[in-house]
């Protein structure tokens, strides 16, 4: 093995080492920041609940008549159609007025979304905001609204509540223990980071075999610290620890 691959492995070994050698502190650093992260979640950012409810669209207007699977299609097509139509103007508009909101129809329309259920012809209205009561009562109103301005916009089919506006007890948002375990992962990854370049820009001596290896000259002999040497020289670095001489 020549002197440069002899000094990538002794560099490797180092720097394990020294990350060995440091594992209290990294746990510490980890724990800690993961322990912020927890904390700041809880304390710091604003929880956002959710509500949702859903409903069905049809295409046809005669109840009589079978349900075909092209109309079952069409009824799919046009639930991006619909969501346009909910998320208008007129519709946040009236919305606002009826629950007398402190929202413009830009923000409000930031808390709506309307997706299509598993591709189906059901479509799910989805609403988010930092209090519970308010996101329900939003979602109820847009199922009290939605169904006579699609049917009045498309002028054709049918919307009906599939399933009546609901919100759950616990915010959807911040997750707080998502948000604790990044941050302990950018605390473990950080102090790592720390320790490794310390290590690679550390050029000082700890052994004789790095005197040998780098200058290729025998080391005589090491001269210890004394007994007598204070506790900061007793426990110093590698380098304060004793003279190399060669």
Do not use: W
């Not at 710091?44 to 009589?64: C, F, G, H, W």
């Not at 780098?214 to 080391?219: E, F, K």
Request: include cysteine; glycine fraction near 6%.
């Amino acid at each position: 093995m020549n002197r440069d691959e002899q000094g990538i492995e002794i560099d490797l070994m180092q720097i394990v080492r020294n990350l060995l050698g440091n594992l209290k502190y990294i746990i510490v650093v980890t724990v800690l920041l993961g322990v912020l992260g927890y904390l700041g979640s809880e304390m710091l950012i604003t929880p956002i609940y959710q509500a949702s409810a859903k409903m069905i669209v049809n295409t046809r207007k005669d109840e009589n008549q079978n349900v075909t699977n092209d109309q079952i299609n069409s009824a799919k097509n046009l639930v991006k159609t619909y969501a346009v139509i909910i998320c208008s103007r007129d519709v946040l508009n009236q919305v606002i007025t009826d629950l007398s909101l402190p929202e413009t129809c830009g923000q409000l329309a930031k808390r709506i979304s309307v997706s299509a259920v598993n591709d189906t012809q059901v479509m799910q209205i989805t609403v988010q905001h930092p209090n519970r009561d308010t996101a329900l009562a939003i979602a109820s109103k847009f199922l009290e609204i939605a169904p006579n301005a699609i049917v009045e916009k498309v002028e054709a089919g049918s919307v009906k509540t599939v399933e009546q506006a609901y919100a759950g007890s616990a915010p959807v948002s911040p997750s707080s223990t998502r948000n604790a375990v990044f941050a302990a992962m950018l605390g473990f990854i950080l102090s790592c980071v720390v320790i490794v370049v310390i290590t690679l820009t550390d050029n000082t001596y700890k052994t004789d075999m790095d005197i040998q290896r780098d200058l290729n000259i025998p080391v005589l002999g090491v001269i210890p610290a004394a007994d007598g040497c204070d506790k900061k020289a007793k426990y110093g670095s590698s380098k304060e620890r004793g003279e190399h001489f060669g």
